[in-house]
């Protein structure tokens, strides 16, 4: 064993040599050193405005929904450990993968039943993506390849994501000109109780009738737009997606990432609209934020469609695909979820969020105050101050990460009450603060 570091030590090496996510190299602020982590709290490697752990208000990007260090979870990994870690998909399959694959099938929406385990959610869509664009080269229809999507989502950083993240002050905007240009409707109209707006469902349709004849694909998230702006709408919109999408001989994908496994109150967003998607992606919670991996999941249409094409497979095979200890885990997750009135702990959740952010509205430059599911939203009226935030957080012993106009909180599905109301004041105070 290596000779262990002093927390100061570590942070020296993480400035020289380790880049964070959107940050800058080397950092300009120091990160927080974690030791540990179990249930809901980070146990920190020294303290940091006097505490030594926080309840993590984030799920570590909204993944980890069954807390840390959970016996179940270990229970599967370690099992899994001692049969065999890793082995390749290509030619050979094993039992956790195909379990998985069976368990999505069986509780995602009926029309879906083949399922392609990646790497991470940016690779999912990568892969939804090329599924909808071989669809249409196979069925000799080369032409649709372009994608439409609505302003206001984030899809993931590799490449095709990122051409149907928000190319106007979203987070890819540097690429302009360099990625493939797709094409973009309004922003939905915000609010998952509104009623639906008959001018906007127009301008879908007519958005998508006009541009049929070149389009792959739509692709939303549902209900909820995540990274893009923490936005909801209502479930209705789908349902204009999927009859303009059927009428027109268009491709519906919905990136569920960040919204699958009961995050909204439904145990897939769809779910609130009542349809089905031809691709849907999936992952972030799928292994409860123990490893990453990600699923892409098609009809038998698509999957046909696909194998009637002069390459009769899909061109895609990620080294780590169907990873056994990953599969394992997940599959062992959703188990964990399902054998549990997980609808009734994220009701649980919301309640608390509304009850605990409501004084957030009285506060000088916030905007709006949503909440829906296990997912609490403060926007406010200006940029925030990350750093002042995210302290101002800390010193109530809660781990956020603010980003743009927004302070907001996705927490595990076992938070207490009182840790709820804990993360909420919290918010208030990034929001008072930042």
Not at 11 to 36: C, E, F, I, N, T
Not at 64 to 82: I, K, M
Not at 395 to 406: I, K, T, Y
Request: with cysteine; proline share 7%.
């Amino acid at each position: 064993m290596p000779e262990p570091l002093t927390p100061g030590e570590l942070l020296a090496l993480d400035r020289q040599h380790v880049w964070h996510p959107y940050g800058p190299m080397p950092g300009k602020a120091a990160p927080l050193l974690v030791g540990s982590a179990s249930g809901v709290r980070l146990r920190l490697a020294e303290p940091v405005e006097g505490q030594d752990e926080l309840v993590d208000g984030m799920s570590s990007w909204w993944s980890a929904v069954h807390g840390y260090n959970h016996p179940v979870l270990n229970d599967a990994a370690h099992g899994q450990l001692e049969r065999m870690s890793h082995v390749m998909f290509g030619g050979l399959t094993h039992e956790p993968a195909v379990r998985l694959a069976k368990r999505l099938v069986d509780i995602s929406p009926e029309p879906l039943q083949h399922v392609f385990l990646a790497d991470s959610g940016s690779v999912s869509v990568e892969v939804a993506v090329k599924m909808c664009l071989q669809y249409w080269r196979s069925l000799g229809k080369p032409r649709k390849q372009r994608l439409l999507t609505w302003r206001g989502g984030y899809h993931g950083d590799t490449w095709q994501p990122m051409s149907v993240c928000d190319p106007d002050g979203g987070m890819h905007e540097l690429w302009q000109g360099a990625l493939p240009r797709q094409i973009f409707a309004d922003a939905p109209p915000a609010g998952f109780d509104a009623a639906p707006d008959e001018a906007y469902a127009a301008h879908l349709r007519e958005l998508i009738g006009r541009h049929a004849e070149e389009l792959a694909a739509v692709i939303v998230e549902p209900v909820v737009q995540g990274a893009g702006g923490m936005s909801f709408h209502s479930p209705a919109y789908l349902r204009v997606l999927r009859e303009a999408c059927d009428e027109h001989g268009v491709l519906l994908v919905f990136d569920e990432i960040a919204t699958g496994f009961g995050r909204t109150g439904a145990l897939f967003a769809a779910e609130h609209a009542g349809v089905a998607p031809d691709v849907m992606c999936l992952g972030k919670a799928l292994t409860g934020g123990y490893l990453t991996l990600a699923a892409t999941l098609c009809t038998t249409a698509v999957a046909d469609g696909i194998s009637r094409g002069a390459l009769p497979v899909l061109a895609h095979g990620p080294t780590f695909m169907g990873n056994p200890l990953a599969a394992a885990v997940a599959d062992a997750s959703i188990s964990l979820l399902l054998s549990q009135d997980w609808g009734q702990e994220v009701k649980r959740i919301e309640t608390g969020l509304r009850n605990g952010l409501a004084p957030a509205a009285d506060l000088p430059g916030v905007r709006e105050v949503r909440v829906l599911g296990a997912i609490g939203v403060v926007q406010l009226d200006h940029e925030v101050d990350m750093a002042a935030a995210t302290r101002a957080a800390v010193r109530e012993g809660v781990w956020l990460r603010p980003f743009r106009d927004l302070i907001y909180t996705m927490p595990p599905y076992i938070t207490g009450d009182d840790d709820v109301a804990r993360i909420s004041a919290a918010v208030c105070a990034a929001a008072r603060e930042g």
